[in-house]
């Protein structure tokens, strides 16, 4: 167990120095100065605490990382131990080492067999703009240098990096930063807010074929791949109706447009499966990897590839320019190795599929099934998420839903617990480690939060 931290400063200073130095993620910096964030100092399992000495339950996993929760003794030990070993060395000038052999020789176990190869990077959004650059070269390759254009979807995310952001869908991040050209969108498939009267399986029909429409507007010889999450992470949540993968994936096929996986948050066993590709029963061509890969304790990602399209690559297209300094990195490497062989070893997957997911969600549909503020339930394994609707009936959705999910979020906060409000749906994704009484105690206290926000909506 970790020992208790003891600040050595006090909170206000911490946060002083804080606005003086850090502009943060997804924040008005100005509002944030004024009000002065939480300073989190230590965590144990599925907790943090803060220099104040507040616990809090993270029903987030970190940003849907921590598989393991913190303070993993294992994670800690076989960092320290290649540090000790060989702190750093690079993939360049034809080298290697044996902690990047050994994870990949242990994921690819662990992948579907048509994977063989990865190009690691440090994060999902670098491994998204390396994707970019690795379709365009296999098209290449093959002789079809033409085919260039990606396509997104709308509300989907796949960082914030200016090719990351312009392959993902969200368009007040595009105002901020521009887009790139070659790329293009599709709608999502938002079934509780967007399907008007179709059913799910209509309304994932519909969406999945405005990927045909837009191959065809776009024409096909033109079109490198398509890239979406198996469900929408930051952008809500979003599970999509059965019917939609299944489409997804023919349309590809028949027009040759690579399929391209973003799993950087469904990986790792968060749905109960592995990958969430293989909880919704598709094969894409690529994978982006990264947070659940080292359970956060440090940053690693990569581009995983089938092997037709590593065979192209390897045996016809030479050299290949691209490169980070940090790509395979002997100290993340051996992290990632530490955490993978403790999600197999432990029967930690196993347990998220057949106990622990199902538990969560049936806590979830017996508090918030007929509850007056929630108009739909989605997830599994260790993911949810809760609509709010004015009427649920009607599908109708609160005009001011943004506003009652922070303050659902907020009031989340006072109660002690960690959730995450995204347009007018409360997430949550705890750690994969998460016990029975912990997701006792999520449940609880999300529902605590959104009791006190049905009363400011005036549902309760």
């Not at 029903?59 to 800690?76: A, F, H, N």
């Not at 670098?126 to 709308?154: D, S």
């Not at 992470?233 to 391209?260: E, K, N, T």
């Not at 806590?363 to 809760?386: C, S």
Request: aromatic fraction near 10%.
């Amino acid at each position: 167990m970790n020992l208790p931290f003891e600040p050595k400063r006090r909170t206000q200073d911490y946060q002083q120095s804080d606005a003086a130095h850090h502009i943060h993620a997804f924040v008005d910096q100005k509002a944030l100065n004024a009000e002065g964030p939480r300073v989190m100092v230590r965590g144990e399992g599925l907790y943090l605490w803060d220099s104040e000495g507040k616990r809090y339950l993270d029903g987030m996993s970190g940003l849907w990382c921590t598989q393991l929760g913190y303070g993993r003794k294992d994670l800690t030990a076989a960092a320290a131990a290649q540090m000790d070993q060989l702190a750093y060395y690079n993939m360049f000038f034809h080298t290697t080492h044996p902690a990047v052999i050994e994870l990949s020789e242990l994921l690819f176990s662990l992948l579907p067999a048509h994977y063989s190869h990865v190009i690691y990077t440090n994060s999902g959004s670098e491994a998204n703009e390396v994707l970019i650059r690795t379709v365009r070269r296999y098209w290449q390759v093959l002789g079809k240098p033409q085919k260039k254009i990606m396509i997104g979807r709308w509300n989907g995310y796949h960082g914030s990096t200016l090719a990351a952001s312009a392959l993902g869908g969200m368009k007040f991040m595009h105002e901020m930063g521009g887009l790139i050209p070659d790329v293009a969108h599709i709608d999502e498939p938002y079934w509780f807010a967007q399907g008007g009267d179709l059913t799910p399986d209509e309304f994932g029909r519909r969406c999945a074929l405005q990927l045909e429409e837009k191959i065809l507007e776009l024409g096909a010889e033109n079109v490198a791949g398509f890239i979406a999450e198996p469900f929408q992470g930051a952008g809500g949540m979003i599970f999509p109706p059965q019917s939609y993968w299944p489409h997804i994936q023919r349309i590809c096929r028949q027009y040759d447009v690579l399929l391209c996986a973003d799993e950087v948050i469904g990986g790792f066993g968060r749905t109960g499966e592995w990958f969430a590709h293989q909880y919704f029963g598709f094969e894409p061509d690529t994978l982006s990897i990264a947070k659940g890969l080292t359970s956060g304790y440090l940053p690693m990602g990569g581009l995983v590839l089938s092997k037709r399209m590593a065979e192209a690559l390897v045996e016809q297209g030479g050299v290949f320019a691209h490169g980070l300094t940090y790509s395979g990195h002997p100290v993340a490497a051996a992290v990632a190795l530490a955490n993978l062989k403790a999600l197999r070893d432990e029967g930690i997957v196993r347990q998220v599929k057949e106990d622990t997911g199902p538990y969560l969600h049936k806590l979830l549909r017996e508090t918030f099934a007929n509850h007056p503020l929630i108009g739909e339930i989605q997830g599994a394994g260790m993911l949810a998420a809760l609509q709010f609707a004015e009427d649920k009936d009607t599908r109708k959705r609160f005009a001011n839903e943004n506003d009652l999910a922070w303050q659902c979020r907020t009031f989340g906060f006072e109660e002690g617990v960690i959730i995450r409000s995204t347009l007018g749906r409360m997430i949550m994704a705890p750690a994969l480690v998460a016990t029975r009484a912990e997701l006792d105690e999520l449940v609880d206290k999300t529902r605590i939060a959104v009791d006190r926000t049905a009363r400011i909506a005036g549902k309760l």
